[in-house]
């Protein structure tokens, strides 16, 4: 595999310690099902690695990775993302292992840890351990109880929202720093502000990632039930956002946070169309020009282009067989990411939000444009209300951030 612009960019790879598995069963989860795509889950590169997904991530696995991923950074900084599935179905004691490898390969780096989960297993010990060493927990949760409740089940199908929410009361008690990923679905979309105030006022959240849930059915012979990315002619899954309900979920919450908010409550697709409207980086790869400078690797090794890509096509090779920068550098990876910007219909080249948008997700490029051309993204009819609602706030928070000004100065509009 030929490599490319070497160490051009930062070198990210999240890590699932437990494979797809989770305690739970949300209704809208496009991982669960990756339990069936490679039955029993060992990736065939490795012998004498029975990684099957009931125990998860083995030892010698994890230690390659810290080691090689340690390695191969060429910045000071070095962050450890790990995912699910449910993480914290590994026990304690694996991820204490993991930061004492984190210490012996550190080298003088200066090295960080988040850990994305439902909260369900979180206890005074593992609250203890993560405050001590310094982690981000990252905590899904969809909103009030009713709302997170209509799809966030368990394996019994009951609503989780009160143990989760014991869980946040937990980390807060321990002083450990956490975050909400929220989805926006075909359910809590219908509510925007009864949303919006349960994160900023009963959570007291600071930083919230707001992302839409988008799947299409596609019945299997091996028990899935959801279409994979190339599928063509597949329906929208009943709990998806539809592309309206998200320009106006988001343009909502907006209209509260731009008078109320800028400055005290961070919300991604807020500070990312900022960026965007500045020229800069947008901190998230679905409003980035390009894809996919975030790989993932299962419990396996198995290195793949994206999350969201986690299929055989898009796999770039094992941890104990491919180096990561070979990996991460080399010609399909580089292929992955710049069909992102390769790939965009004239209607996205040539929009006015493009500068913010891209086109948002490859994943969800499943319309045709009015004249016929492939490529187009579900949400474009919602991005297009969202962009043109916010663009009279977005061109004042530029001009003051060009003015050496916060952009907190939009709250005096009002
Ligand atoms: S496919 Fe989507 S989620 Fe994956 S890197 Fe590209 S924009 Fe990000
Ligand atoms: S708003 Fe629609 S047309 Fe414009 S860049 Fe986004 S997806 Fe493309």
Redesign the pocket.
């Known amino acids: 595999m030929a490599t490319a612009y070497p160490f051009a960019r930062p070198l990210y790879v999240m890590a699932k310690p437990a494979g797809p598995l989770c305690n739970l069963r949300c209704q809208y989860c496009y991982y669960l099902e990756k339990q069936h795509l490679q039955p029993p889950f060992v990736s065939p590169e490795v012998e004498g690695i029975k990684a099957s997904p009931r125990g998860g991530m083995e030892g010698a696995v994890l230690e390659q990775y810290i080691r090689d991923y340690i390695q191969v950074q060429q910045m000071p900084d070095v962050l450890f993302t790990w995912h699910g599935g449910e993480p914290m179905l590994k026990p304690l004691s694996f991820y204490k292992q993991a930061v004492r490898l984190q210490q012996y390969y550190g080298r003088g780096k200066r090295i960080s840890n988040s850990i994305q989960t439902n909260g369900l297993y979180l206890t005074p010990e593992w609250c203890q351990f993560l405050h001590d060493e310094g982690w981000l927990v990252g905590i899904s949760i969809d909103g009030t109880k009713e709302q997170h409740d209509a799809y966030r089940l368990d394996a019994q199908g009951k609503g989780t929202w009160e143990r989760v929410m014991n869980g946040i009361k937990l980390l807060n008690e321990y002083g450990v720093e956490w975050n909400a990923m929220a989805t926006a679905n075909h359910h809590n979309a219908q509510d925007p502000m009864a949303f919006y105030h349960f994160f900023r006022d009963e959570l007291k959240c600071k930083f919230l990632q707001i992302s839409p849930v988008v799947e299409r059915i596609k019945e299997h012979s091996d028990g899935r039930h959801l279409a994979q990315v190339f599928d063509e002619d597949c329906p929208i899954a009943p709990f998806s956002i539809r592309p309206e309900e998200w320009g106006h979920f988001m343009c909502a919450i907006f209209d509260e946070w731009v008078r109320h908010d800028v400055g005290e409550v961070f919300v991604q697709l807020f500070d990312a169309t900022l960026a965007g409207w500045m020229g800069a980086e947008p901190g998230?790869?679905?409003y980035?020009e390009e894809?996919?400078?975030?790989a993932v690797m299962e419990h396996n090794g198995d290195v793949y282009?994206?999350?969201?890509?986690v299929f055989p096509q898009y796999k770039l090779g094992n941890i104990r067989t491919h180096g990561l920068p070979q990996m991460l550098y080399g010609t399909k990876q580089n292929n992955?990411?710049r069909l992102?910007k390769e790939a965009l219909p004239r209607q996205c080249r040539e929009c006015l939000w493009l500068k913010a948008c891209h086109g948002?997700?490859?994943?969800l490029r499943f319309l045709h444009t009015a004249d016929g051309e492939p490529g187009l993204n579900y949400l474009c009819a919602g991005y297009r209300i969202f962009f043109q609602h916010v663009a009279p706030y977005m061109d004042y928070m530029r001009q003051e951030l060009l003015a050496g000004r916060p952009a907190s100065g939009v709250m005096r509009l009002f």
Not at 291 to 294: D, R, Y
Not at 305 to 309: A, G, N, R, T, Y
């Open positions: 998230v790869c679905v980035a894809c996919g400078h975030a282009s994206c999350d969201h890509f992955f990411s992102k948002e997700c490859p994943r």
